[in-house]
């Protein structure tokens, strides 16, 4: 009826083959993907201050602020050549687009009427674009996140006010601009789709804080093609990385993961943090960054298709509402609320309906749902929707819609 690519584990190799349906409509049950990695615990690579550093719920949308671009903000793509340009010298180019980050946010004071922005967090970014009278920086979503105010140290020591350009939690990215008079170099970015398991990379960051800025580590790619489930302020997400075994400290998220020509192939975001535990660390590939800081640029948001549903994990559904399902269904998810007037209204999708695939995508999770309707569609694609209700097997169709802020 309809095939997938689904994963097995919290981390995870790409899967190469899509499933196949057999004799019943789901074979085999596939545990939830949680946020634990293998007793491990995922820490993303930026200092803060966890007593001022605000907590988002998951209902909160990213900061949708537009920004209207003088010119084309496409990135061109150079392929890997080899050079005889030294590491030293490479790495210095380089480092003088990295620049500081640092979240300040309100600091209240309840015996004064008065408050002031105060440091919460530092982190790093990436100056990737020159266009008329700004420069861009790209860095994580988490690092600026519930800013009141957004501070950039350059490579020359001077700081300026940044201004946020847009943000996406779900893949941690974030765009910020400030004046191009400033700027003298920006960081070119590589393929990432050319990078193998053991080619040499350097993570430039400033790990701990302002005080170590422009840290260099190098190491290899220890694998080309990791999926990573991860915890954002706008839900759980299957983060598509780089591993590395470069040093990444926290403070290093939003710096740069650069191939041996100095190009960038990946944007520091996380580490795994446990004891015994070494060299573990992530970066989100130059070509998953591309297109989605263009889109950020050009729209100050990433706009995804809405279904307007809200959904439960089928395993976490108690048995006394799943009576009616057929044994043979192991995996899906079940609606607990339909929004009036959304795409899954006007599509008569219910309560209680259990989504168990999207056009010829298995669905086992709300997590893979989330990856299938943001990576695979977009708004005004007409799908197929399957679905359980009463026990039986029903095809809907559904026009994907924006959706709607008030």
Not at 294 to 319: A, F, N, T, W
């Amino acid at each position: 009826m309809f095939d997938n690519e689904h994963n097995v584990s919290n981390i995870t190799e790409r899967p190469k083959e899509r499933w196949k349906p057999k004799s019943s409509f789901f074979t085999k049950v596939i545990s939830t993907v949680t946020a634990g990695i293998i007793g491990s615990v995922l820490t993303l690579a930026v200092v803060v201050n966890t007593d001022l550093m605000k907590q988002p719920s998951a209902e909160e949308i990213p900061n949708e602020t537009s920004v209207q671009p003088e010119t084309d903000t496409s990135f061109t793509v150079r392929p890997v050549s080899n050079t005889d340009t030294s590491l030293a010298d490479m790495v210095e180019d380089a480092s003088k687009a990295i620049v500081g980050v640092v979240n300040y946010q309100n600091k209240f004071n309840r015996f004064s009427p008065i408050s002031e922005n105060i440091e919460a967090g530092t982190g790093s970014g990436v100056i990737i674009k020159k266009d008329g009278k700004h420069a861009f920086i790209v860095t994580n979503n988490h690092v600026i996140e519930g800013a009141e105010k957004i501070e950039v140290s350059l490579d020359n020591g001077e700081k300026l006010t940044a201004e946020l350009v847009g943000a996406d939690a779900l893949t941690d990215l974030a765009v910020l601009k400030i004046d191009s008079n400033k700027v003298d170099a920006v960081l070119e970015f590589g393929d990432s789709d050319l990078l193998r398991a053991g080619d040499t990379v350097v993570a430039i960051g400033n790990p701990l804080g302002l005080e170590f800025s422009r840290t260099v580590t190098k190491g290899i790619v220890s694998a080309a093609e990791r999926t990573i489930n991860v915890s954002t302020s706008a839900g759980q997400w299957d983060l598509d990385v780089i591993q590395t075994d470069a040093a990444i400290n926290p403070g290093n998220s939003g710096g740069a993961l650069i191939n041996s020509s100095g190009q960038l192939v990946g944007i520091n975001s996380l580490k795994i943090s446990s004891n015994g535990v070494e060299g573990l660390g992530f970066a989100i590939p130059s070509n998953d960054v591309m297109p989605l800081v263009d889109q950020i640029i050009k729209e100050g948001k990433i706009e995804r298709p809405y279904m307007g549903v809200s959904l439960v994990d089928l395993e976490q559904v108690p048995e006394q509402y799943l009576k009616d399902l057929p044994e043979s269904v192991e995996g899906g998810v079940m609606i607990t609320a339909v929004e009036p007037g959304s795409a899954a209204a006007k599509s008569e999708l219910q309560a209680q309906d259990v989504i168990v695939g999207i056009e010829k995508e298995e669905i086992k999770s709300a997590s893979e749902l989330r990856k299938v309707l943001y990576t695979k569609h977009k708004i005004g694609d007409k799908v197929k929707i399957y679905v359980y209700r009463q026990g039986k097997l029903k095809t809907l169709h559904m026009t994907l819609s924006a959706k709607q802020v008030d």
